[in-house]
């Protein structure tokens, strides 16, 4: 079957014209039709509907459409994987990110790589780590970087940075002016989190879990999407919150939040950079990673 058929059949689709497909893929509206009529020949199925005043795709047709989308978007990203090879390091780097990684720890490390590599153009996606290692197997993306291991087959793993889990409080709660707290006065605190599928949260639970404290063990006062929500319900008094020293740095400094060490409970992680084994590294992608462990052993990359 001939890509350029499905071309056509993806124009039209999105145009709901034959003309306008015509017009956007340099070809005349008669070569447009006999696209499509070949396609519909191939398939021996109607796949769009002329009788309306606007062109509308079967049933058929949007099946086909959607296979269309996703085998052109392959290809293109197939076209560019394989070309990364040739010269100088040039294409496309499509990260995806966890919170902490993301917002915090990435944003100046991809500064440094663009500066060393300007012909990478990068692009940056910031989920939870679920979804992350999700679009990482759907091959939406090259690498992840989240904020705890992922052990599943076909994903390599491996440690990039490091990070604290602290305890948040608002600046006028009581715990605010002591030096430290007790894991055992935490019980029945008023608790923000992270949704349950956040990294920051599943380490900081198995650790709850180690230090015999339940999840239940407090009083879920909200449960967000997000970290600067999390912080946000912090300053505003919603409750206290367990969260990565990173993110609540600015915070601390403005004096908007308080960290106190709890006595009982030390939290640190690594961050981790994830990525298929079986699939070939693009140069992009493969000069990231050396980036990333170069600059974590203390070298300034060129």
Request: neutral net charge.
């Amino acid at each position: 079957m001939n890509l350029n058929y499905l071309e056509t059949l993806v124009a039209v689709a999105r145009y709901r014209s034959f003309s306008h497909a015509a017009h956007t893929l340099n070809l005349t509206q008669p070569a447009v039709s006999k696209h499509i009529s070949l396609l519909e020949q191939h398939y021996g199925i109607e796949l769009v509907s002329r009788t309306s005043r606007r062109v509308e795709l079967t049933d058929a047709g949007q099946v086909l459409y959607n296979y269309s989308v996703q085998l052109l978007d392959t290809m293109a990203r197939a076209y560019e994987d394989v070309r990364s090879f040739a010269g100088e390091i040039k294409g496309t780097l499509n990260i995806g990110a966890s919170t902490i990684p993301g917002h915090y720890v990435l944003p100046p490390l991809l500064g440094r790589f663009a500066s060393a590599y300007p012909d990478v153009k990068v692009s940056l996606e910031i989920a939870n780590t679920g979804k992350i290692t999700a679009r990482l197997r759907e091959e939406a993306i090259h690498i992840g970087a989240v904020g705890a291991p992922v052990k599943e087959d076909g994903i390599a793993c491996q440690a990039f940075a490091e990070d604290e889990i602290v305890l948040a409080v608002p600046v006028m709660h009581p715990f605010a002016d002591r030096r430290e707290v007790d894991l055992s006065e935490l019980i029945g605190e008023r608790m923000v989190t992270r949704e349950k599928q956040s990294g920051t949260r599943r380490i900081i639970e198995e650790n709850l879990r180690l230090s015999k404290i339940p999840p239940d063990a407090f009083r879920t006062a909200g449960e967000f999407g997000s970290t600067e929500a999390v912080l946000a319900a912090v300053e505003a008094g919603l409750g206290l919150s367990f969260v990565s020293r990173w993110s609540v740095r600015r915070a601390e400094e403005l004096n908007k939040i308080k960290t106190i060490p709890v006595k009982g409970l030390s939290i640190s992680r690594s961050l981790y950079l994830i990525y298929a084994r079986d699939r070939v590294i693009t140069r992009p992608a493969q000069a990231f990673l050396d980036f990333i462990l170069q600059t974590e052993n203390g070298d300034s990359p060129e």
